[in-house]
């Protein structure tokens, strides 16, 4: 029997990530599919808001690391699954651009970033994820192998956030800057501070991720009215 795609549904798939009930997310994920779930609803309204709330309780201290690595996998498996999903919409479109993208050094954080990059796979670009915790010359390395009209950084943690600032500081050193947009991301990231390091936008979330990159790369698309 085909399940029903509402608010009880995403309310499921969120208490999965919070109970750590990796098979149920797998099952739910795909019952959802079946029953025609936008993949990223299932992301954003579903698990994460099970990571949310996970994460409310780490920062204050009611649940500690075992609880949240838990809930991170099973959030981990679910993204893995409507990922791929959401990348199918964008393959065989004509790519906008290529954008590599990765999480910085000292940071493992992965999930949203990836959310994006599927996103944004999903809207047309071509993008590399070059993956977490990765260093400055990691990042020149790819923008110049893959040729990229963007790069960008994503972190979920305030210690490493500088990081972000070398890069680009990089990218002027040896005349990379003028030529490859950057876009960062992540919870800590705040227009002010992208404004202050000189990216050229930030990213609030995966779609908004698509807008900014789209303006700075002059991609004009029908956008859903509010
Ligand atoms: Co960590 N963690 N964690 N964690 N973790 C946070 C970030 C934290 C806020 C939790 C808390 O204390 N409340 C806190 C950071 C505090 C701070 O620095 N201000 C924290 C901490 C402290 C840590 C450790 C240091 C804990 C420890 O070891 N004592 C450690 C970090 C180790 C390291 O990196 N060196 C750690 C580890 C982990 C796990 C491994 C257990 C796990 C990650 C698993 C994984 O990624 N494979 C984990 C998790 C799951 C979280 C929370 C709960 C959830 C993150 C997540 O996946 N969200 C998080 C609290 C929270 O954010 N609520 C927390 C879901 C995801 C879809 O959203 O990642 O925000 P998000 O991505 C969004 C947007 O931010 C945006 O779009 C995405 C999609 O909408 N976005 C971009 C992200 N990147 C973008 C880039 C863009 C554009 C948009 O352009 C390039």
Known sequence: MSIEINEEYFEKLALTVIDGEEEECIKLVNDGLEAGVDPLDAVEKGLARGIDKVGEDFGAGIIFLPELAMAADVMKQGTAI??????????????????????????????????????????????????????????IDAVKEHDADALGMSTLLTLPLMEMENVIKRMQEIGMRDKVKVIVGGCPVTQEFADEIGADAVGFDAQDAVFKLDRLLGINRPRKSA
């Not at 964008?90 to 651009?97: D, P």
């Not at 599927?118 to 809207?123: E, F, G, S, T, Y």
């Open 82 to 139: 409507l990922d791929e999903r959401i990348k199918e919409v964008g393959s065989t479109r004509l790519s906008h651009g290529k954008i590599i993208i990765g999480t910085i050094k000292g940071d493992i954080h992965d999930i949203g970033k990836s959310v994006v990059a599927a996103v944004l796979q999903a809207n047309g670009y071509d993008v590399v994820d070059i993956g977490i915790d990765i260093d400055i010359d990691t990042f």
